[in-house]
């Protein structure tokens, strides 16, 4: 009856070529309103590079090409999406000069912005007209003065606040703690002064306000923050710094600051035009979306469930698949809701639909997801699963992704492409034909795979020890930057030289699974503390040097969490203090016999990554600069600091070295 009903409405329904010449009406005047917005795009950074001095750098802003080409920027530092202008990176480029933040305005899509590392001067921008941001990135540059309480207000969808080393005086501004969505908030190396306002956003990952002149008790609801984050505070005081010595005063409250509404002035006949096309524009977009939609999924409900189907069983029977072809599994004609996004250029490009049409062969499997080998246009590309980054929002996921897309280092697996469903993402990267550094020093060895002999293991563990400080200054924002560095996560090249994989994920994956299984969550601070710190990274790699070197599998891995019995270094200190030092060693390492006494450095720098007290930890920079004095070859006579070889064990494991 009810669809009797319908029917019959319809058959009553006036003659609808009227409304369709609405709808072409319309098409044609979003058409020409699309390209006014795409060309005031070039205008707006025109503009906005007219206000900077010294912007050599942004040379190749060419207002005859439009800067965004889909997700591809033609312009240097500016960040696509959908053809919109959706970042600003404008790093190390010597800028100086005014923001014209009023100019920024007009871009309606931009949700970061970033200016690190450059001359700017004066007060704070008035970033306030950004409502629509979502990161913030002013650190190291010479930004002076007061940030006023309401400096933020209004910015609800913020996340990431980085003025770091600029020269900001009087009381952290009020508005800052008032951002709902607060993530990561960096405000050391500044003159702040006064007390530290409360933080109540239950998302605050990372605090800092280091080097500055702050005073009075930390705010309970800071104390479980690291430590260092508040060094550097001569009159700070309390968890997690020492108690206060007599009642503190209250800290600075929160409260919402209300600013004036601006006078209303007359709307100008132009504004009128513009307020009218943008509502025809919004109404034929729907009109639009509406029927696009509804033919599209009535055409394709079939072939999506035959895809999802096709997906489900991947990963759900990991262990019977050797096939991954859509011809042989319900002959997909069309991909999954979705596309392949592309984060680099040098790469030729294939959709979806090519991926699940290729042979697949089965990797690993692993707590976050399997691993795939496929061949598309000729070239081996490895696919991962991942189900576990689910609670990420769409947006802060492709953020993330090209953020990554934009890292290049010549010991890390760049990322090629990625895809991007709600209930599960696949990452894109290039296959690495030696595999992993795990398989390699804990496989079966022969003649046709010997051992790992001293030089070459040198040269990986310096070539990650560089991959890592480069994390550090290329994502200052994460506190930890790899978050997952073990053996397994190390692949090697033809050349043997080392690509790091599964870096910087820790943003993207689901809390409640990375803080049993990410080597992060398991370091000696996350274990007695319940955080993790900027050294969390650099106590993995001390863990990943005691493993190339002795050849052990550190058993920690396998525990859920920081466990000092199973740990590789609480077994090296009890070997030196029992004058077993010579012990240490992997007995399969050849090509060792001269170089005791870099053995020996090697050792001492594992182990002082590994110290369970963070502030005697080396830091990353420290780590590279002891790392690059050590040799691969030498012709030293030096000794263990045993002096003494105690037994015939001690004397077969001494062989070689």
Not at 144 to 150: A, M, R
Not at 303 to 314: A, D, G, I, K
Not at 568 to 578: D, H, S
């Amino acid at each position: 009856m009810l669809m009797g009903a319908r029917l019959a409405r319809l058959t009553r329904a006036p003659s609808p070529l009227p409304f369709f010449a609405i709808v072409v009406i319309f098409i044609i005047l979003s058409c020409t309103a699309m390209s006014t917005f795409s060309a005031s795009d070039a205008e707006i950074l025109t503009k906005f590079k007219a206000s900077l001095a010294h912007s050599k750098a942004l040379k190749n802003w060419d207002p005859d090409v439009i800067p965004c080409e889909g997700n591809r920027g033609n312009w240097v530092g500016v960040i696509c999406l959908n053809g919109n202008v959706r970042g600003l990176q404008l790093e190390n480029m010597r800028l100086m000069g005014t923001i014209d933040v009023d100019s920024l305005v007009a871009l309606r899509f931009l949700r970061t912005l970033s200016l690190m590392n450059n001359t700017f001067t004066g007060p704070m921008p008035d970033v306030k007209k950004l409502s629509a941001l979502k990161s913030l990135y002013l650190s190291n540059n010479h930004f002076s003065g007061e940030i006023p309480d309401g400096a933020f207000e209004g910015m609800r969808s913020l996340k990431k606040v980085f003025l770091a080393n600029n020269e900001f005086t009087g009381r952290i501004p009020l508005s800052l703690a008032s951002l709902p969505r607060l993530m990561l908030l960096g405000l050391d190396g500044n003159k702040f002064d006064g007390l530290i306002p409360d933080f109540h956003q239950k998302g605050l990952k990372m605090f800092n306000v280091s080097n500055n002149d702050l005073k009075g008790p930390i705010p309970a609801s800071l104390s479980s923050m690291d430590s260092n984050s508040f060094s550097g505070n001569e009159d700070l005081c309390g968890p997690p710094l020492e108690l206060c010595e007599s009642p503190p005063p209250a800290p600075a409250p929160v409260v919402q600051v209300q600013t004036p509404a601006p006078p209303t002035r007359k709307a100008s006949a132009l504004r009128i035009a513009i307020i009218a096309m943008g509502v025809a524009l919004v109404i034929a977009l729907i009109t639009i979306l509406f029927f696009i939609f509804y033919f599209y999924f009535k055409r394709q409900s079939s072939s999506l469930q035959r895809t999802s189907t096709l997906n489900e069983f991947v990963a759900s029977h990991p262990e019977q698949v050797t096939h991954m072809s859509a011809d042989n599994r319900g002959h997909t004609r069309k991909a999954e809701h979705g596309k392949l996004s592309f984060v680099r250029d040098d790469r030729e490009r294939f959709d979806l639909q090519e991926l699940l049409r290729g042979s697949a062969e089965i990797l690993g499997s692993a707590t976050f997801g399997s691993s795939y080998k496929t061949r598309v246009n000729g070239q081996s590309i490895v696919v991962k699963r991942y189900r576990q980054m689910n609670n990420v929002e769409r947006e802060e996921f492709h953020e993330h992704m090209r953020r990554l897309g934009r890292l290049s280092h010549p010991n890390l697996l760049p990322l090629v492409a990625y895809y991007y469903r709600k209930e599960e993402k696949l990452l894109i990267s290039d296959f690495v034909e030696n595999g992993s550094l795990a398989s390699l020093l804990h496989g079966n060895h022969n003649a046709d795979h010997p051992a790992l002999d001293w030089p070459t293991r040198l040269r990986i563990i310096k070539g990650v020890a560089r991959a890592v400080a480069y994390l550090y200054e290329a994502i200052p924002s994460l506190i930890t930057p790899h978050g997952h560095l073990k053996s397994s996560n190390v692949l090697l090249d033809q050349y043997f030289q080392p690509l790091l994989t599964d870096y910087a994920l820790s943003p993207v994956i689901n809390l409640d699974l990375a803080q049993p299984n990410m080597m992060a969550y398991k370091s000696p601070e996350f274990a007695q503390h319940g955080r993790i710190t900027k050294k969390t990274d650099v106590w993995s790699l001390g863990i990943l040097i005691l493993e190339i070197l002795t050849g052990r599998f550190p058993e920690n891995y396998l525990t859920l969490v920081h466990d000092n019995d199973t740990d590789l270094a609480g077994w090296v200190n009890t070997m030196i203090k029992e004058k077993r030092t010579s012990g240490v060693f992997d007995l399969d390492m050849g090509g060792a016999k001269n170089v005791k006494s870099e053995l020996l450095k090697l050792l001492k720098i594992a182990l002082s990554c590994c110290e369970e007290d963070v502030g005697r930890r080396l830091d990353i920079r420290e780590v590279v600069e002891k790392l690059e004095q050590l040799k691969e070859r030498g012709n030293d006579n030096g000794e263990f600091y045993t002096s003494s070889v105690t037994n015939d064990r001690d004397v077969h494991a001494f062989r070689g070295v």
